[in-house]
């Protein structure tokens, strides 16, 4: 029963929001706040004629491309910022620049660059993607303890098995940090594109949804985001627990 608990009460306060969203709804009009039901039969709507799948796999797509290619290169430029100087010195200020700029700063900039495709939206989710797990990586390669890489150069470790053995192993935790950071900012992107220029997608449904004035299609779209990056937060948790155990 104990084990059971944070169940039950996870189930219990997601019930009492439900409740509460129903009862608040019967106050005020459907066009600001469709009810629980209004919402679900949306919901069942959307499912019935696809529109709801189309656009969860499109943006999951679009994501996991964008996402997985940001963690790829953010990963090795962290640890080569992190670990020489000279590379830090020259790409910081580049660093310290681009992170400051929000990608839908750039979502007009990379539909006039890349096209109006699936390149111009992964490249956006990339751009969010790289800088947090690169920070987040050279931080972790910074925290290293020196007298460990002191003890291993001593020891006849060269560089490399420093890197692999010491230094790599102890930035696991940070990156797994970066990356899942980064996974949330990867869905705000996703959805500032698709708003913009898409067909399919999440953002693209909750933007039609506006345009018809159906406020129960938008609490879907945004339901449907709110779950969807709550399963993807779990499986790369689990993911990196089981990849990366002995690490974390």
């Not at 430029?77 to 020489?84: P, S």
């Not at 490399?160 to 992107?189: D, K, Y």
């Not at 898409?198 to 909750?206: C, N, S, V």
Request: aromatic share 10%.
């Amino acid at each position: 029963m104990k084990a059971m608990r944070p169940f039950l009460i996870s189930v219990v306060a997601i019930v009492g929001g439900l409740v509460l969203w129903q009862l608040v709804s019967m106050t005020t009009s459907p066009l600001f706040l469709p009810s629980v039901s209004v919402t679900w039969a949306a919901a069942l709507e959307l499912i019935s004629d696809g529109t709801l799948q189309q656009s969860v796999l499109a943006s999951s797509g679009r994501i996991l491309a964008g996402w997985g290619t940001g963690v790829l290169i953010g990963v090795p430029l962290g640890i080569f910022m992190g670990r020489f100087e000279l590379v830090r010195q020259l790409l910081d200020p580049y660093i310290e620049f681009f992170r400051f700029i929000p990608p839908i700063a750039f979502v007009t900039l990379a539909v006039i660059w890349l096209g109006p495709g699936e390149l111009s939206k992964i490249a956006l989710i990339f751009y969010t993607t790289v800088f947090i797990v690169t920070l987040n990586t050279i931080a972790g390669v910074q925290a290293v303890n020196p007298l460990r890489l002191r003890a291993a150069s001593s020891l006849g470790a060269g560089q490399l098995q420093i890197l692999t053995t010491v230094i790599l192993p102890s930035t696991v935790p940070f990156m797994v940090t970066g990356a899942r950071i980064a996974m949330g900012n990867s869905f705000l992107t996703v959805v500032s594109a698709e708003i913009v220029s898409a067909r399919e997608g999440l953002g693209a449904l909750i933007w039609t949804a506006r345009n018809f004035s159906r406020t129960e299609w938008v609490f879907v779209g945004i339901i449907a985001l709110g779950l969807l990056g709550y399963l993807f937060d779990r499986v790369l948790r689990v993911a990196t627990r089981k990849l990366l155990k002995r690490y974390l």
